[in-house]
């Protein structure tokens, strides 16, 4: 088994529960790790039997870039649903981080992780 990280992907995007965020967007990044077993791959030394990391960005920057949600942990969730589904995999975790919120605090992000298994737990 092994995992497949794809770390910091940048979007702007339109999330969030106010007008505003809805209308000026904002920057998010995610990471995903993805867990499978190298040694279908590995063998062979073949794309086909791996994980196309380019199709997984293609992926991602698709539903961040051309979708709108209110919440990050909606995002996040429908992200890991998709990822897990969409490719042959036992597990994906996406981490969400949203770099500017609306809130009167200092801080560098907010951030939500979620994880899913390929039998939906």
């Not at 039997?49 to 539903?63: F, I």
């Not at 051309?66 to 490719?87: C, M, N, S």
């Amino acid at each position: 088994m092994g995992i497949l990280t794809i770390k910091n992907l940048v979007f702007y995007g339109y999330h969030g529960v106010q007008d505003f965020e809805k209308e000026l967007g904002g920057r998010f990044e995610v990471d995903v790790k993805i867990r499978y077993p190298f040694s279908r791959c590995s063998s062979e030394d073949t794309l086909h039997k791996a994980v196309d990391y380019q199709a997984v960005y293609a992926e991602v920057k698709d539903m961040v870039t051309g979708r709108k949600y209110h919440l990050i942990e909606t995002l996040a969730d429908h992200l890991a649903d998709l990822l897990v589904q969409k490719f042959d995999v036992d597990e994906v975790t996406v981490v969400l981080r949203k770099k500017k919120v609306p809130i009167d605090a200092v801080l560098d992000f907010v951030e939500v992780e979620v994880t899913r298994k390929k039998d939906g737990s």
